[in-house]
């Protein structure tokens, strides 16, 4: 197959030092940052992403053409095909799959339910089963989600924190994967590290997040929804900059402990962990509009709607002094400061002229 010559005749995946890595969900927004930033300390990094279209293709197309000029392969394949992964994992001696496929977003799932089993849950089954049977076999370290934390009350979330009450069908799923991650780690010694991601945002983000459609929305002067609880409340999230969340995912690898098993055969214990990766500092979605128009120097309509159970919690608020302590994740961006990254990077991709001059462009012209 093509992507069998791509990989055997490629240096991509293979390095004389440092870890080799598949990264699942290369073509997404945290998987296409993550493999940049791998590559460029000198690991070697495979992609693989199905490319769906749950979101605009072009941009995952567009991302995969950032990472093949970093000469990073991307093999397009499903993560439910047991028999190419195998074959791909016989080929590459892997030493850790950062695992950041799935069907994200929690409104979706009242549309498309199975799509959330079939990747979220079948397909992260059929990757620990080719990972236990591989040899060697690489640490895992994968996305679950805050969004395990569902209704729960206690500010800020810990990992102790309870997670029985998941407010949408990605949360169970998500939470699911937890579940599966200690049963494979207790039996077969896989070595398993869960990362509950808070609210990522920033440049090459994904369009189905609020950030990114409010500022498509401001720009094509169009109303924006803004939600509030049933009794009232802004509704608040732990937004975090990508970069940080690179930075959590590289740390997360680089103190994973190699799995203990061999060949589906357990050899003694190996390392469960789940982390909390946010910002630690809930911002309000009234907030966040804010932020944008004074960015893009637009004012927005607002509508205040009272949120529907469409599978939205009211807050989300990190605790991370686990990751802290465990390999030193410390964020270090706001969410003006990221945002502002973000907008430069949405006018430059989307060719957007700002249409109300600055300061500064004023000036110039006089
Ligand atoms: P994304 O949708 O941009 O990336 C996921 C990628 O996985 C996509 O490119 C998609 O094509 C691919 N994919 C999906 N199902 C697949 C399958 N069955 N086989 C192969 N490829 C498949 O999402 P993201 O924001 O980059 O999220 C990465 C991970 O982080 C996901 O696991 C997500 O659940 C988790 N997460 C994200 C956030 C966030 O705010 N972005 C928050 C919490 C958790």
């Not at 693989?48 to 979101?55: E, P």
């Not at 959590?248 to 390392?271: I, M, N």
């Not at 989300?316 to 390999?327: E, G, K």
Request: proline residues 4%.
């Amino acid at each position: 197959a093509d992507w069998e010559k791509q990989v055997r005749h490629s240096s991509t995946p293979r390095r004389a030092s440092g870890f080799s890595i598949l990264v699942t969900g290369a073509a997404g927004f945290v998987g296409s940052h993550c493999s940049l930033a791998l590559k460029k300390r000198g690991d070697g990094v495979l992609g693989l992403d199905n490319f769906n279209k749950y979101y605009d293709p072009s941009l995952k197309r567009a991302r995969q053409k950032l990472l093949s000029s970093h000469d990073i392969f991307i093999v397009e394949a499903d993560l439910n095909d047991a028999e190419l992964l195998a074959k791909l994992f016989s080929i590459v001696p892997f030493t850790h799959v950062l695992h950041l496929a799935a069907q994200a977003g929690v409104r979706y799932a009242m549309q498309n339910p199975q799509s959330y089993i079939k990747s979220n849950i079948a397909g992260f089954v059929t990757l620990l089963e080719v990972v236990k049977a591989a040899d060697p076999q690489p640490a895992i370290v994968w996305a679950s989600s805050s969004s395990v934390y569902g209704l729960n009350t206690e500010n800020p979330f810990s990992e102790s924190d309870r997670t029985d009450q998941p407010a949408s069908l990605y949360a169970a799923t998500k939470k699911a994967g937890e579940e599966i991650a200690h049963t494979y780690n207790h039996i077969y010694g896989l070595s398993m590290t869960g990362l509950r991601f808070f609210t990522v945002y920033g440049p090459w983000g994904r369009p189905d997040m609020a950030y990114f459609f409010f500022t498509k929305d401001l720009l094509q002067s169009k109303a924006i929804n803004v939600y509030k609880t049933q009794d009232n409340k802004e509704v608040a999230r732990d937004f975090t900059y990508i970069d940080d969340i690179v930075k959590g995912c590289v740390g997360a690898l680089d103190t994973a402990e190699k799995s203990t098993g061999s060949g589906g055969k357990k050899r003694g214990p190996a390392q469960l962990r789940i982390y909390n990766l946010g910002n630690t500092s809930p911002v309000s979605v009234g907030k966040l509009v804010s932020i944008l128009e004074s960015l893009l120097n637009l004012k927005a309509k607002k509508n205040v709607i009272r949120m529907p159970r469409n599978g939205d919690v009211p807050y989300t608020h990190a605790n991370v002094s686990l990751a802290y302590n465990d390999f030193g994740y410390k964020p270090s961006t706001d969410l003006s400061t990221g945002l502002r990254k973000f907008v430069k990077w949405y006018v430059s991709y989307y060719g957007i002229q700002p249409r109300v001059k600055s300061e500064a462009h004023k000036k110039n012209q006089a």
